[in-house]
């Protein structure tokens, strides 16, 4: 990936709010679910209930793809990421706590609390890319770069004990 893509990698994330994540159930039907994210860098964070049907499905398989969009006039070019990642539940305090920071930062709102209790009640997930569809139609209409991040952090059969 060179520097111009990660740039815009990386606007593209910091003017979207919302992500379209894709698991597989149980049945072996995809998934799609609309989250609230945040990012750090090119890894992504999500929340949800400890008992959500995305959680179940990562934890039997942490392959997921995902979208980002921001939003955009109907006269402008679309510019958006769509992308396959591994998907892992966040357990580390630090990490969770960089987080909440990272949501406080992100969605602002008065009275919120603290850091530390921001995702009180909520799991969080990383998506890690390990690859990169780049979409800038202000280059050229249908105009996508394929950028190969590697496997950032996958295990060998997808598949996280770990989660609930």
Not at 61 to 90: C, F, W, Y
Not at 91 to 120: I, S
Not at 137 to 156: H, K, V
Request: net charge negative; glycine share 4%; aromatic share 4%.
């Amino acid at each position: 990936m060179d520097l111009e893509q990660r740039e815009l990698i990386l606007s593209i994330l910091s003017r979207a709010d919302t992500l379209t994540v894709a698991t597989v159930r149980e049945d072996g039907w995809p998934q799609a679910t609309v989250v609230s994210f945040v990012n750090d860098d090119l890894d992504l964070y999500f929340g949800t209930t400890f008992h959500s049907q995305k959680l179940e499905n990562i934890a039997r398989d942490s392959r997921v793809s995902a979208t980002v969009t921001p939003e955009h006039e109907t006269s402008k070019p679309i510019q958006a990421i769509s992308l396959a990642a591994v998907a892992q539940r966040v357990t580390d305090p630090g990490e969770l706590l960089n987080v909440a920071g990272l949501v406080l930062k992100k969605f602002p709102r008065p009275g919120r609390p603290a850091p530390a209790a921001v995702l009180e009640g909520v799991a969080v997930v990383r998506l890690r890319p390990t690859i990169v569809s780049l979409l800038d139609y202000s280059r050229t209409f249908g105009q996508t770069d394929l950028i190969e991040l590697g496997d950032r952090q996958a295990p060998s059969d997808h598949r996280d004990e770990r989660l609930p």
